[in-house]
């Protein structure tokens, strides 16, 4: 191997730099070490091998973690782009052996516990531990305000695509110009806060010197150019080794794993974020032009977003981006540039699509790929069959997925959610539907995250296989559940995932806490969550018998409970009563329904329980307000009656706050109570005469109320109930106003305005003109 130095050929990098990927692959052509050391987790060294199989695409990374402890892990990620990758591939290419030197993932990931045990328990001075970014103090000396500028202007566009310029006379010189500069800033710095880096250094050392033992100088070591003086520098065995002695262990393993050019942007286990990984990969696979190649690459993007770009804009975009960089003494345009002529020329002048070009294009939405015979826990492996056969593959963008549960593979997809859910493996949330809200459909947002494979290993301990862990994760959640609304919740969740091994558990466990619970709010809350859990039986063709008893016990003690615990709240407590209040209404209207189970006339026992609520001046108004609207609602109550309790609460020897907390409950809360004052004037009639006559004194103190209810009311039903109370209803009923006719309305259906539409009608359905007299047929 030929250098320009004596000993190891040191290739100091900056991870995840284009510009660094292309000067390593042109040292190693020149130099032809007989092995690369590269920085990383010995442990990885068995997983070398499969960076060769065509499966694996990047960017992927590095996986390691505690076995014992799965959630404690570290990730390395690669890129295409990334050294240490070219490295990796270089060295397979040419039959050259390959290693990891960095400090074993066994102590580092131990280590880390360590630190967490200990912080916040340091004496040391604010600032002892302030890290420096050696890029950012090297773009300040020279001037630059922004380290990415620099680093493109110093590294990336010299002897980069398209440059101009090349590094073919002396491959070495940028590796050794940076270290230069690396070895200026350890001196005034020293560690510059990286404490840890004096081991890992340590460790490092001690791997050249046994490949230098192996190989004689024919190693070439690529590794942060941080690093390099440390390297460089002389030390002895002894002094290496006493800074490794009394690591702290942990049982470790490691696999590959798929990553994003969207994770590649944050802190990693290189401790090197980049900003624009898709940018940078585009500079590294640019053949020339790579500023030509870009602003297709936006317009194509564009296009496809159905915005109108034009290969003039193209042309056009390049030039301006040229001249911004010369403007700005640049020796090629950089990232800013061609952001800054995207903007003025492609999409003139706006930042919503330049938004757009940053997610898919600056960032990228690339997901790396690896073969199925990297490592994996056994859970992993079954999610990947089931994905597999379910047709459901993992992306990185976010993305919708509508779900018919009566068909066999949708239904098979909302299990595998709901159970990956149940684990805690947040792949896709639940969301709400735009089509129908039948229980046959669901609607889900998905989007894959690197960090979920860590999740599945931690999830591994439940069992081996998605049902097994899902059932297992069930049961001991039920176990360790402390609420009641949490035990039926998970009822829920099981029904959902279909777990029937887990239901009998949850529903023993159920049945035990809800004999246990006396308090009413804690019923009700967990009664909806219960009675949902029966309409699944018959879509999923789930046995839901077993809740049925539990649901109409639960029933039946807040039957009881309610009125007593209604009494005597404070506002805070009555309007949580009153959302209880609802639930429960809700949850007996499904319980109730017919087909649904035999409730045994659940319906009219709670419309019982309204009536009392109702009636007792110990009720808050807000839900004697609301028991009333609801049994109007339900038509157990007449609109004669409910307009006698309105007058009588709204009568002057109510309390104005206790009035207008009634009135809230009966027309407040997204209930509709609008449009029952748009068509029940008597209803409006008397809100109006109270309101109106409110002392001068009382008004502040009800207004806040009012404020509330009414601003809860849709534009166009504001605006209608303002309408008539600027024309003054009166006390009239609704019977007059009918007679008398309302503005804008006519007594009776008028067939030649009604006619007018039937040609749009025909139109919009394709029908012949001829059809325009069947359908004034059914029109009138």
């Known amino acids: ?112 516990k360590e630190e967490d045990k200990e912080a916040g328990a340091s004496d040391r001075p604010v600032g002892a531990d302030a890290r420096i970014d050696p890029v950012a103090v090297l773009a300040e000396t020279a001037g630059y305000d922004d380290p990415e500028r620099w680093w493109e202007d110093v590294v990336e566009h010299r002897g980069g695509a398209g440059s101009g310029t090349g590094t073919e006379a002396d491959p070495f010189a940028p590796f050794t110009a940076l270290e230069e500069a690396m070895g200026a800033l350890r001196e005034v710095y020293g560690v510059g806060g990286h404490d840890r880096d004096l081991v890992r250094e340590a460790y490092m050392r001690l791997q050249v010197r046994a490949a230098q033992r192996e190989f004689g100088d024919g190693a070439a070591v690529v590794c942060g150019a941080w690093h390099v003086p440390a390297l460089r520098r002389r030390t002895t065995v002894a002094a290496d080794r006493a800074l490794l002695k009394g690591l702290p262990k942990a049982k470790v393993d490691m696999t590959w794993v798929p990553w994003t050019h969207r994770r590649l ?60 960089a010369a403007m700005r003494g640049r020796p090629l345009p950089g990232l800013t540039e061609t952001t800054d002529a995207v903007r003025a020329v492609m999409c003139e002048g706006s930042d919503v699509p330049l938004g757009l070009v940053h997610d898919r294009l600056v960032v990228g939405a690339v997901l ?30 976010e993305r919708e997925l509508e779900l018919d549960l009566r068909g066999e593979t949708d239904a098979g997809r909302s299990r595998l959610l709901h159970r990956l859910r149940l684990l805690g493996i947040a792949w ?96 009700a809350q967990a009664l909806p969550a219960l009675v949902r859990s029966l309409r699944y039986g018959d879509v999923r063709g789930t046995d839901t018998h077993a809740l049925t008893d539990v649901a109409v016990g639960l029933a039946e003690r807040i039957f009881v409970g309610l009125p007593p615990a209604c009494a005597a709240l404070d506002a805070e407590a009555a309007e949580h009563m009153r959302r209880h209040v609802d639930a429960v209404h809700g949850a007996v209207g499904l319980l109730g329904e017919p087909g649904a189970v035999s409730s045994g006339g659940i319906r009219e026992r709670w419309h019982s329980v309204l009536r009392v609520l109702s009636g007792r001046d110990t009720v808050p108004g807000v839900i004697r307000g609301r028991a009333v609207r609801l049994l109007l609602d339900d038509g157990e109550l007449e609109q004669d009656e409910a307009a006698r309790l309105m007058g009588l609460v709204l009568s002057p020897g109510t309390e104005p706050g206790d009035a207008a907390a009634w009135v809230e409950g009966f027309v407040g809360g ?56 600027r024309r003054g209803p009166g006390a009239r009923g609704s019977a007059e106003v009918a007679a008398s006719g309302i503005p804008g309305f006519a007594p009776d259906l008028d067939p030649e305005r009604a006619d007018a539409v039937l040609p749009v009608l025909s139109l919009l359905l394709g029908l012949d003109e001829s059809y325009d007299d069947d359908f004034a047929g059914v029109a009138r």
């Open 368 to 397: 790396g790929e690896v073969p199925q015979a990297a490592p994996a826990v056994p859970l992993q492996r079954d999610l990947a069959r089931v994905q597999k056969r379910l047709r459901l593959k993992p992306e990185p963008l």
């Open 670 to 725: 997204g209930s509709g109570g609008g449009m029952l004052l748009v068509h029940d004037e008597r209803l409006l009639a008397l809100v109006d005469a109270w309101l109106t006559g409110v002392p001068a004194e009382a008004f502040t103190d009800v207004l806040p109320l009012l404020r509330r209810t009414f601003s809860a009311y849709e534009a166009g039903v504001r605006r209608t109930l303002g309408e008539l109370v």
């Open 1 to 112: 191997m030929t250098t320009s130095t004596a000993g190891p050929l040191l290739l100091g990098v900056r991870h995840h730099g284009p510009g660094s990927a292309r000067a390593v692959r042109a040292a190693l052509e020149a130099a032809t070490p007989e092995v690369v050391l590269i920085e990383g987790p010995p442990e990885a060294d068995a997983l070398i091998p499969l960076a060769a199989e065509k499966d694996m695409r990047p960017p992927v990374a590095l996986l390691a973690h505690v076995v014992d402890e799965p959630g404690r892990s570290a990730f390395w990620p690669l890129a295409e782009f990334s050294p240490e990758w070219v490295a990796i591939r270089w060295a397979l290419e040419h039959g050259v052996p390959a290693r990891f030197i960095d400090l074993p993932a066994t102590h580092t990931l131990a280590w880390g």
């Open 265 to 324: 942007s944050r802190v990693s286990g290189y401790g090197a974020g980049i900003d624009s990984p898709g940018w940078y990969g585009h500079l590294f696979a640019a053949p020339d032009r790579p500023v030509e190649r870009w602003m297709t690459k936006v317009a194509r993007l564009l296009r496809d977003d159905d915005r109108m770009v034009s290969s003039a804009h193209v042309i056009e975009a390049v030039r301006l981006a040229d001249t911004l």
């Open 428 to 523: 896709g949330e639940p969301t709400a539907s735009r089509g129908s809200t039948g229980t046959f459909r669901e609607t889900w947002r998905l989007r894959w995250e690197p960090e979920l494979y860590v999740r599945v290993a931690e999830a591994g301990v439940w069992g081996t296989t998605v049902l097994s862990a899902a059932t297992g994760k069930a049961e001991a959640d039920a176990v360790a559940a402390h609420a009641l609304a949490d035990v039926t919740a998970l009822a829920e969740r099981c029904l959902l995932a279909e777990l029937p091994d887990a239901l009998p558990v949850v529903m023993r466990v159920l049945a035990d806490r809800a004999a246990l619970d006396a308090d009413v709010g804690h019923l």
